[in-house]
C-alpha cells in the first residue's frame, strides 16, 4: 500500500462514527465479562437479582465516562443520558442473559462473532482514550499528567470500578484494585494517552495525527486478537521485569539474598578453622 492510501485509510477511520455499530461491540463484550465474571452461577443469579445484574453491567458499559467525570467535577451520571446507547446497553444485556435456552450468550461466545465484536470495541477504546486526553486538555491545557490519567481512565474505566461493579452483585474482593495489579488494558490505554499527548502537545512525533491515530487502533486490536487467538495476554511483563530489575530494587534484593545466604557458609568456615 502506497502512502497516500495509506493516509487516506488512516484518515477515514479516524471519522468512524462510534454509533451504533461500534456501541453494540462495546456493550456486548461488557456484558459477556460480567457474566463470565459471575461464573456458573450467573444464570441462576441474573434470574434472581434482574436488578442489581442490570446495574452492573450498566456500571461496566459507562464506566470511564462516569469516572472521569467524577475526577474532573462534572456529574458522574451524564454519561446515562444518552439514551440511545442506554437502551443498546440494556438490550445486549439482555441478549446476553435472558434469551431463550441461552441462545444470546451462545451467539455471543462463537468465536468469529467474538473476534469481531473484540476487533471493534479495541477500535472503540483508542477513540474513547483520544476524547480524554482531548477533553482534559481543554480544561488543563499544560497538565500533561492530568491528560494521561484521563485518557487512561477512559480507555478502561470498567477495570477501575470493578471494586463497586462487584460490590453491587454482592461480592466484597478489596484486592481487586487496578492499581495493585494492572491488566493490559489498562497499560495500553496509558502508553496510547502517553503518546496523544505527545502528539498534541509537543513536537516529538512528526508524523500526521491520523497515522498516529491509526497506529493505536492498530497496536490495541492487534493484541486483542493476539489474545483471544494466540493467547498472548500481556505483552508488557517481559519488559517490567527487566525495568523492575534495573531501577526497582531487583537487583539488590537478589545480591543481598545471595551474599545473605553466603555469610553462614563462612561462617562456619571460620569455625572449623579455630577448632
Keep these: 500500500m502506497d502512502p497516500e492510501s495509506f493516509l487516506d485509510l488512516a484518515n477515514q477511520v479516524i471519522k468512524l462514527k462510534m454509533y451504533p455499530y461500534f456501541d453494540v461491540a462495546h456493550s456486548l463484550l461488557c456484558a459477556l465479562a460480567v457474566r463470565e465474571d ?8 441474573s ?9 452492573s453491567t450498566m456500571l461496566v458499559i459507562f464506566a470511564g465516562g462516569m469516572v472521569v467525570n467524577g475526577l ?14 442506554l437502551v443498546i446497553g440494556t438490550v445486549t444485556w ?15 461466545k462463537f468465536l468469529p462473532v467474538k473476534v469481531v465484536a473484540s476487533a471493534m470495541k479495541e477500535i472503540y477504546r483508542a477513540k474513547k482514550v483520544y476524547d480524554g486526553v482531548t477533553h482534559a486538555a481543554k480544561l488543563y491545557p499544560n497538565a500533561y499528567v492530568i491528560m494521561i490519567i484521563i485518557g487512561t481512565l477512559k480507555g478502561n474505566g470498567a477495570g477501575f470500578t470493578k471494586l463497586v461493579e462487584r ?17 493490559f488494558y489498562t497499560k495500553a490505554s496509558l502508553v496510547a494517552s502517553v503518546i496523544f499527548v505527545l502528539d498534541k502537545k509537543t ?18 486490536v492487534y493484541f486483542k486478537l493476539s489474545s483471544i487467538l494466540l493467547g498472548i495476554h500481556d505483552p508488557f511483563v517481559p519488559f517490567e521485569n ?7 530494587g531487583g537487583i539488590w534484593d537478589s545480591l543481598a539474598k545471595l551474599l545473605g545466604k553466603g555469610q553462614p557458609k563462612e561462617e562456619a568456615k571460620d569455625a572449623k578453622k579455630t577448632n
Excluded at 204 to 219: C, E, Q, R, T
Design 38 to 45: 459471575l461464573g456458573a452461577g450467573a444464570q441462576a443469579f
Design 47 to 55: 434470574r434472581k437479582h434482574p436488578l442489581s445484574c442490570w446495574l
Design 72 to 85: 474532573l467535577g462534572e456529574p458522574i451520571l451524564a454519561p446515562l443520558k444518552n439514551t440511545p446507547q
Design 94 to 108: 439482555y441478549v446476553v442473559f435472558y434469551t431463550p435456552f441461552d441462545v444470546g450468550y451462545k451467539v455471543a
Design 167 to 183: 460490590l453491587i452483585r454482592g461480592a466484597w474482593t478489596p484486592t481487586a484494585m487496578e492499581t495493585m495489579q494492572p491488566s
Design 203 to 220: 513536537d516529538l512525533i512528526s508524523a500526521p495525527h491520523a497515522l498516529v491515530y491509526f497506529g493505536i487502533v492498530i497496536f490495541f
Design 242 to 248: 527487566l525495568f523492575c530489575a534495573l531501577f526497582m
